[in-house]
């Protein structure tokens, strides 16, 4: 069986507190964050791009909620969105597709 070492402990558990404390604080952060946008005005909401309905239920979420939340109505179209729908109506793509 492996035998850990003393030092090669203490290394592994600080490394894991450190990362606990990080997820922690980025969780403060979020959390901060999210009550700083609910408490904007109209005005400020539309001036950054963000709808009121858009900014209540990001500060509505759960602050271990990290993850982006995709609308499709709400995306914009890329370039990559827009070449694509070119090549669809391209003479080529008309004729032999």
């Given at each position: 069986?492996?035998?850990?070492?003393?030092?090669?402990?203490?290394?592994?558990?600080?490394?894991?507190?450190?990362?606990?404390?990080?997820?922690?604080?980025?969780?403060?952060?979020?959390h901060r964050q999210r009550k700083q946008l609910s408490k904007k005005d109209d005005y400020l909401l539309k001036d950054i791009g963000v709808s009121r309905v858009e900014?209540?239920?990001?500060?509505?979420?759960?602050?271990?909620?990290?993850?982006?939340?995709?609308?499709?109505?709400?995306?914009?179209?890329?370039?990559?969105?827009?070449?694509?729908?070119?090549?669809?109506?391209?003479?080529?793509?008309?004729?032999?597709?």
């Amino acid at each position: 069986m492996y035998a850990i070492q003393q030092g090669e402990l203490i290394v592994m558990l600080l490394s894991n507190a450190n990362k606990v404390l990080a997820k922690i604080l980025f969780w403060g952060e979020i959390h901060r964050q999210r009550k700083q946008l609910s408490k904007k005005d109209d005005y400020l909401l539309k001036d950054i791009g963000v709808s009121r309905v858009e900014a209540d239920r990001e500060a509505e979420r759960k602050f271990w909620d990290y993850a982006p939340v995709v609308d499709e109505s709400l995306q914009r179209r890329t370039d990559t969105t827009l070449a694509k729908s070119s090549e669809k109506n391209t003479a080529f793509n008309l004729l032999f597709h």
